[in-house]
């Protein structure tokens, strides 16, 4: 146990510099972990010898095995309109996350310090034990709660025992929520009198580009009669001191301490110029330094315009989001900043800008890189609230911790610059009932109460209730999940007249998979449990993406969408989801699992990324067997026009066609409106060869082109890394994707031989993914089969500096090889 002590300061918060009168250390190593029930974990005397060494994050499911029984639920999905209850299996990804684990470990706390954990996320009803007794308790498993050990922690600086006891019961998930200690534990010290958890609050009044204010309130706890100074410098983002105040007086009245500020010329924040500011703070206490606290945050102005949209710094924009789930595929939910920063990467060269939690509260990770990164963010706290969508789900809690956890979330995030909405759920069956408006404006205006500076939405697919029973009306934002049909309706009915798309497309898709023919269908299945890559595929609640592309550029009043999803996650296989294991995770994703971006990855680039050009084409070009048949290609692009040539010959130039054009095509097209934002060949006959595309640009000459080659025999690795250079910090991860190709580089993309890894150095095997959503492997073993020619590794770094050697082999093809390096 002693091994585990932790005697010094490992690694300090971002914004909490080492400072004498406040520590905030991660709780990451030395943890023991157990997976089951048993009785005396909590006391200091227990004898763990026996458990799981563990680091914190930690997600005790995601190792596996998958099994058909994990969580098998017989339910009737009511809000995809299931009336009878049927089988579902993969639902919560059919990993073993139902069940009790406990988490010990120790730590120490100076003399006369106040000391607070701060759980990031506990997967969950997390009971906190300090030395035996229970400090505190906190059901619901995705939000961050803080705990005051104080009054248990040991006076004398002996080392401290925490425990902590998890449960997930089943059926209480609709997706993998994961299990265990799975985001940062943090220890905080502090002086009696400090800034408590999330205690201040920091708007900016007024923005332009000539000057803005600033206002922060900063809570002192116990700060009684005494006389409070602080002394406040705002630091730009190039690091200059560009204002400060000096201000001593009492807070007895028991409000927040205000101060404000002039900042000149103001660099503002958006997601093209993510510029961040801080607000540093000394507190005094009747003339003593007591506390140091650090406020990061952005200037930027919001705005939504009745009829006109949303404005950000006083521009027009449309939301071109995504919605994520918080799993990180082949990483599970155990929260990693280079995981986070790779799929906001990704997003980025797509042109996304916006991001939802949905449908809870974020890792404090996101939201910081959201902030730096540069996308807007809609956090959701919740998928249900006081009527169940899951027997065991957030429901049992609602009347008693809605407040409470609404609270923390709004408190925790409401100084950064990235959250510009709060949603206050996600189709919640409340919205039918009678007296549901009651429920949303509870949830609302706790939103109004704590942060007065942004709207709140709720995502909604109900449209006929909640047009009918007030319910859409007094929402600020009325979001709709789906239901493009409606939205015209919608706007006319409601007083916002502002319609938000707060879930869209839903478009199934599976990498590298095409379907013949290509038609448009609605909950299309095959024997291979893939959906096509075509793009024309969805579920009976959804659609493709042209129509929310339209409904964006036909109308002023949608101010944008928020995709389902980003990227393809644990849990609700649909189309399925219905008694069809071994499927066990989504298809809905533009990118896959294993974060290889699909075909749908470059339709939302060629439209939202207004920076780079985009000529995609699709599908590849290997069909043994096809010869003569019909083999329609799809080309998205930037470019309005382009010229499609198999083997030499032309099959003509294609155009995007304008809206009046696609209209008048309507009844008699079934792609019509795809028209408009595709290039589709649909008659081709597949000859092995070349398919060349050559992309026109709006003068009519030629501007770039894309050859897609026949594959010959498969032949070796090819190995392409994220990145080479990685931080010596134990954490960080390189993205290897794995491609088998032939003797000239083409993809082999029917190929899905088993490859093995190995890696030796300054860095560990992590684990790998396929994006095969009925593939049973484990992510942590170092085999995977490639899928569609593809698959991802991924390595972390350890604590040493030095060299990284990657190697994968696989039978018949020769070895592939990659050097990595890991430095401080
Ligand atoms: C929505 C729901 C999401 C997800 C999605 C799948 O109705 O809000 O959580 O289930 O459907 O299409």
Not at 472 to 498: C, F, K, T, W
Request: proline share 5%; net charge neutral.
């Amino acid at each position: 146990m002693n091994k585990r002590l932790i005697t010094g300061i490992c690694c300090f918060f971002l914004f909490s510099a080492v400072m004498a009168q406040r520590t905030e250390v991660l709780l990451e190593k030395g943890w023991k972990f157990f997976r089951g029930d048993i009785s005396g974990a909590a006391h200091p005397g227990y004898d763990d010898e026996q458990w799981q060494a563990v680091t914190v994050p930690h997600d005790w499911a995601i190792y596996g095995p998958f099994d058909r029984d994990n969580d098998l639920q017989k339910v009737a999905v009511t809000q995809n309109f299931e009336k009878q209850a049927s089988v579902k299996t993969g639902r919560t990804g059919g990993l073993p996350y139902v069940g009790v684990g406990w988490y010990r470990t120790t730590f120490t706390v100076p003399a006369r310090k106040q000391a607070t954990l701060v759980f990031d996320g506990a997967m969950s009803e997390a009971r906190v034990y300090i030395n035996g007794q229970e400090a505190c308790f906190w059901p619901f498993g995705y939000n961050s709660f803080h705990c005051d050990v104080t009054p248990y922690i040991y006076k004398d600086g002996k080392p401290n025992t925490l425990a902590v006891r998890l449960e997930n019961k089943p059926q209480s998930s609709r997706w993998y929520p994961g299990a265990g200690l799975y985001r940062n534990v943090r220890l905080l010290t502090t002086e009696p009198v400090c800034v408590p958890v999330w205690g201040t609050q920091l708007t900016t009044p007024h923005v332009s580009d000539k000057y803005a204010s600033v206002r922060l309130r900063t809570e002192i706890a116990n700060a009684g009669n005494k006389h409070i100074r602080i002394v406040t410098e705002i630091i730009s983002p190039d690091g200059k001191v560009v204002a400060a105040k000096d201000n001593t007086r009492k807070i007895n009245h028991g409000q927040p301490f205000e101060q404000n500020f002039l900042v000149d010329a103001p660099a503002l924040w958006s997601p093209e110029t993510p510029r961040l500011y801080k607000a540093s703070s000394k507190i005094y206490a009747d003339g003593r330094l007591v506390d140091e606290y650090t406020t990061r945050f952005g200037i930027r102005s919001i705005e939504i315009v009745a009829d006109k949209g949303f404005f950000l710094n006083g521009k027009h924009r449309k939301f071109q989001g995504v919605c994520n789930h918080h799993d990180l595929g082949p990483l599970g939910a155990a929260v990693n900043v280079a995981a986070l920063r790779r799929q906001l990467t990704l997003l980025k060269d797509m042109g996304c800008d916006a991001i939802r939690t949905s449908h809870n509260m974020p890792a404090p990770e996101l939201v910081e890189l959201c902030d730096e990164m540069g996308f807007m963010m809609m956090i959701e706290p919740f998928d249900e609230w006081d009527i169940a969508k899951c027997d065991n789900g957030y429901h049992r809690y609602f009347d008693e911790w809605a407040e409470r956890d609404m609270v923390n979330m709004l408190r925790h995030y409401r100084n950064n610059p990235s959250v510009i909405m709060w949603s206050i759920g996600n189709e919640v069956p409340t919205q039918c009932s009678a007296e549901g408006y009651k429920v949303a404006s509870f949830l609302q205006d706790i939103c109004h109460r704590e942060d007065p500076t942004r709207p709140v939405t709720c995502g909604m697919d109900q449209v006929s209730c909640v047009l009918e029973n007030g319910f859409a009306a007094m929402i600020d934002v009325p979001g709709l999940n789906y239901r493009a049909h409606r939205y015209v309706e919608s706007y006319n009915a409601l007083p916002q007249n502002i319609i938000l798309g707060s879930e869209t497309a839903s478009t199934v898709s599976s990498r590298g998979v095409y379907k013949f023919p290509v038609e448009k269908r609605a909950g299309a299945t095959y024997a291979d449990h893939q959906s096509s890559g075509y793009d024309v595929e969805y579920c009976s609640w959804s659609n493709v993406p042209d129509e929310d592309f339209a409904l964006a550029d036909d109308y002023d009043w949608t101010i944008g969408q928020f995709v389902w999803t980003g990227f393809d996650y644990l849990g609700e296989p649909s189309p399925y989801d219905t008694d069809a294991w071994p499927s066990h995770s989504s298809v809905f994703g533009i990118i896959d699992l294993a974060s290889l971006p699909k075909d749908r990855y470059y339709l939302y680039r060629s439209i939202w990324n207004k920076t780079a050009n985009t000529l995609h084409v699709l599908p590849h070009w290997t069909w043994p067997g096809r010869e003569g048949e019909n083999t329609p290609v799809f080309v998205y692009t930037s470019y309005p026009a382009a010229e499609l040539f198999v083997n030499g010959k032309s099959y003509g130039k294609q155009r995007k066609l304008t809206a009046s054009e696609s209209k008048a095509l309507q009844g008699k097209d079934s792609l019509a409106l795809q028209r408009r934002y595709r290039l589709m060949w649909m008659d081709v006959p597949y000859e092995p060869g070349e398919l060349k595309v050559v992309a026109y640009d709006a003068s009519g000459k030629p501007a770039e082109e894309k050859i897609v080659r026949t594959a010959g025999k498969p032949h070796h690795l090819e190995l392409v890394a994220d990145r080479t250079r990685l931080a010596a910090d134990g954490k960080d991860l390189a993205y290897i994707t794995v491609r088998v190709v032939d003797k000239d580089g083409n993809l082999c993309p029917s190929d899905n031989r088993l490859v093995s890894f190995s890696v030796k150095g300054a860095g560990r095997y992590r684990a790998a993914a396929n994006g095969d959503a009925t593939s049973l492997d484990l992510f942590h073993l170092p085999k995977m089969p490639a899928f569609s020619g593809q698959l991802t590794a991924i390595v972390q770094s350890t604590e040493q500096s030095g060299e990284i050697v990657f190697e994968a082999k696989a039978k018949g093809l020769q070895t592939g090889i990659i050097l990595l390096s890991a430095g401080r």
